[in-house]
Structures are given as C-alpha cells and as structure tokens.
T-cell receptor
Framework: DAGVIQSPRHEVTEMGQEVTLRCKPISGHDYLFWYRQTMMRGLELLIYFNNNVPIDDSGMPEDRFSAKMPNASFSTLKIQPSEPRDSAVYFC????????????????FGPGTRLTVL | RKEVEQDPGPFNVPEGATVAFNCTYSNSASQSFFWYRQDCRKEPKLLMSVYSSGNEDGRFTAQLNRASQYISLLIRDSKLSDSATYLCVVNLGSTGRRALTFGSGTRLQVQP
C-alpha cells in the first residue's frame, strides 16, 4: 500500500514568494494533519481535517498560512507571502476513523517537505 | 510547563545495554499515548502504542502511570539500529478530539 505522499520533497524560495505544499493521504483515511517541525519548537500541529472539513486550525501561525482539502485524496498548505522564519520541515499525516489501526489515534506520516525561505 | 515533556538527551549507551526514557504529560484526562521513532531527516514512525496495562513488543516495553502522569519506554539489548530520536506522543484532548501533542524527543545513540 502507498503511504502518505508529499510534494515537493524540497523547496527553496525567496522571501515574499508563494509556496504551495501538497499531500495525498493514505486511501480510506478520514483524518489529515499538517505539522511543522523545527529545531527550536519541535513538531507542531498546524491544522487537521476530518472528511475534508477543517476541525482545528488553532495551530496555524498567522493569516499568511492557509490549508485546503478539496477532496478525500488531496490537501494543500499554502504560505503567502513566505518569510525566512517559515523555513522548516512540513509533514502531512493521515489517520483512519476506526478499525484497522492499533489505535484510532495512530497517525501515519509522509516523508515531509523541507522548505527553505531565503 | 510543556504539555508533553521529555529529557532531550542524548543518551549514549553501548550495544547490549538497557536504556529507559520517561515522559510526563500535563492533562490527567488524556486518553491515548504512543511512542514514535524518528530517524535523522526522516518522518516520525509509530513505534508502539502505550496501554494502561503496559505492553511489550520484542525488546521494547512501554508503561503508563496515570496517577503520576508519565509514560516510559524501556529498550533492552540495544542495537546500533536503535539510534534515533524517540518521541513521546499524547492525545491531550477529550474523547473525539484527534490532535496529538508531540514531545520534543529524546535522542538515543547506541555505540559499538
């Protein structure tokens, strides 16, 4: 089975540019999560969706960040305009509703997008 | 106080050693607990869930102490391949809320 797919794997951009990160969750998973990881702050939850609906976006740092999930197999995280402090690894994770996982809270992570804003 | 707190380490141990990590969490109503493993420049991967009665998976044993609000992970007979960062993960919220809170991780380096 394919795991969580993220693209691009690496992104280098200049301050002020728009950045779009993409995620395809594991098929059949109803929950999708976006995280950011930095050395200083560790792994932080930005937003999560259930059945394509945003449930909790309290971790989104500011209005420059937005996330969408137009269908069950695709989500985007957009940063506009980007700033050097946005440099981090952005992970997408997905989770099933019930049944197959050891625990319904178990999350499966994608390989991440390493973002560098110059 | 952090919501999920771990000793960052690093723990440097020889092959074959037994090593234990602890983690404390802030919300006594927390329902779900996990240990994830993260290799350098890779994504976190589930190592094991932590059940109230404690659970074991090969060389790994996880324990939960609800009264003291801490979780532990014991690794026996350490291998070089166990070198990684171990993340303590808790669902701090109420039933139905799916957000997980990750500790900052404990780094383990197993040496030959």
């Amino acid at each position: 089975d394919a795991g969580v797919i993220q693209s691009p794997r690496h992104e280098v951009t200049e301050m002020g540019q728009e950045v779009t990160l993409r995620c395809k969750p594991i098929s059949g998973h109803d929950y999708l999560f976006w995280y950011r990881q930095t050395m200083m702050r560790g792994l932080e939850l930005l937003i999560y969706f259930n059945n394509n609906v945003p449930i909790d976006d309290s971790g989104m740092p500011e209005d420059r960040f937005s996330a969408k999930m137009p269908n069950a197999s695709f989500s985007t995280l957009k940063i506009q305009p980007s700033e050097p402090r946005d440099s981090a690894v952005y992970f997408c994770a997905s989770s099933p509703t019930s049944g197959r996982a050891l625990s319904t809270d178990t999350q499966y992570f994608g390989p991440g997008t390493r973002l560098t804003v110059l | 106080r952090k919501e999920v707190e771990q000793d960052p380490g690093p723990f440097n141990v020889p092959e074959g050693a037994t090593v234990a990590f602890n983690c404390t969490y802030s919300n006594s109503a927390s329902q779900s607990f996990f240990w994830y493993r993260q290799d350098c420049r890779k994504e976190p991967k589930l190592l094991m869930s932590v059940y109230s009665s404690g659970n074991e998976d090969g060389r790994f044993t996880a324990q939960l102490n609800r009264a003291s609000q801490y979780i532990s992970l014991l690794i026996r007979d350490s291998k070089l391949s166990d070198s990684a960062t171990y993340l303590c993960v808790v669902n701090l919220g109420s039933t139905g809320r799916r957000a997980l809170t990750f500790g900052s991780g404990t780094r383990l380096q197993v040496q030959p």
